[in-house]
Structure formats: C-alpha cells, structure tokens
C-alpha cells in the first residue's frame, strides 16, 4: 500500500471510529426516548429491540458495527508490528461483528441474540486489554496503553459488581461498559488521525 493510500484509509477509518460512539448513542438516546416503559434497571438496553423504536435500536447496532469495523482495519495498520496488538485488532474485528449482530439478531431470533450480547461485551473488554499491553510496550504510546486497560478492566468490573446488585435488568452495565468503550475509541480514533500525517 502506497503512502497516500495509506493516509487516506487511516483518516477515514479514524474518522468511523470517532463518529460510531456519537451515531449508535444518539440512536439508542432516541429509542429510549419513544420507548416510555423503558426502565435502567428493570430491562436491558436489547429490549429496545423489538418494540417500537425497533428499528432505531437494531440499526444503530448494525451501522455502528460497520464504522467499528472499519476503525478496526485501519488499527490493524499501526499495531500490525505487535503481536499483542495483533491479536488484539482481531478481537476488536471480531467485536464489530457481533455488535452489527446484536442488531441483526434482536431478542425475537431467539439463543443467539444472546450468544452475539456475550460474545461483544466478552470481546470488547478483551480487545482492549490486548491493544493495551500492545500500546504500554512502546514507550510513546505508554500512557494511552494504560488507558486502554484501565477502559477492558473497568468494561469488566461493571459487570461483576452489577451482578452482585438486586438490580434484574442490564442496561446500567451495558451502558457503562459501551461508554468506555466509546472514549476509548475516540482516543485511538486521534492516533489513526496522528499516524495519516506521518504517512
């Protein structure tokens, strides 16, 4: 890949990764608002998935898991010299898959909806951690290593302490663990934008 293919697919796959957080939260905001039994701890944010704001939920799923999966392509082209990185870039891959699944498999498909749920919260936190140990081997990137693990170990802890809560339903920990998410994205999102100008 020539230099200026290169900057250009990294700007544009920072550019997914910095508007994902703000088109799948804004959408969720919006389902939530024409969904007035919606309760944080009484339901899951995928019950929105198959009342009236259906659609909105589901597709913001489905494009957000589009934009992170580009973002996460782009990443492969700075963390490709890392084998943690590496692993971690196919984690995230892996994660967008199934946050579009969420969306293409509502409550109403039935099993998997819940096996897609697991997999990209389980994938998400991983993800992290992975690109995180990559980013704290180097030294330039030592600070935004630490960050990025601290956002998988706290995508984690939200859901063992919500777990221990007389709370039934999940929203609150999804929630949280999709806003960790979501800052560290943007985050990485500069990096990509950082790296096209050195391209």
Not at 51 to 74: Q, W
Not at 103 to 120: D, N, Q
């Amino acid at each position: 890949m020539s230099n200026l293919k290169r900057s250009v697919w990294l700007k544009a796959a920072g550019l997914c990764g910095l508007i994902t957080p703000i088109i799948t939260i804004s959408l969720i905001s919006l389902a939530i608002s024409y969904s007035p039994w919606f309760s944080w701890t009484e339901n899951a944010l995928s019950d929105l998935g198959v009342h009236e704001a259906a659609i909105l939920f589901n597709c913001s799923l489905m494009v957000g898991g589009i934009l992170a999966l580009i973002f996460a392509t782009g990443l492969v082209q700075i963390m490709r010299q890392n084998t943690m990185g590496l692993i971690g870039t196919f984690l995230l891959i892996l994660t967008a898959v199934s946050l579009s699944a969420i969306g293409f498999f509502p409550e109403t498909a039935g099993r998997i909806h819940l096996y897609v749920s697991i997999s990209f919260f389980a994938l998400d936190a991983l993800s992290m951690i992975f690109i995180g140990v990559a980013l704290v081997m180097d030294s330039s990137t030592r600070k935004m290593g630490a960050i990025s693990i601290f956002a998988g170990l706290f995508a984690v802890a939200v859901w063992i302490v919500f777990w221990n809560l007389p709370i039934r339903g999940d929203a609150v920990p999804e929630i949280l663990a999709g806003l960790a998410a979501s800052v560290w994205v943007v985050i990485l999102s500069i990096r990509l934008f950082k790296q096209a100008s050195k391209s």
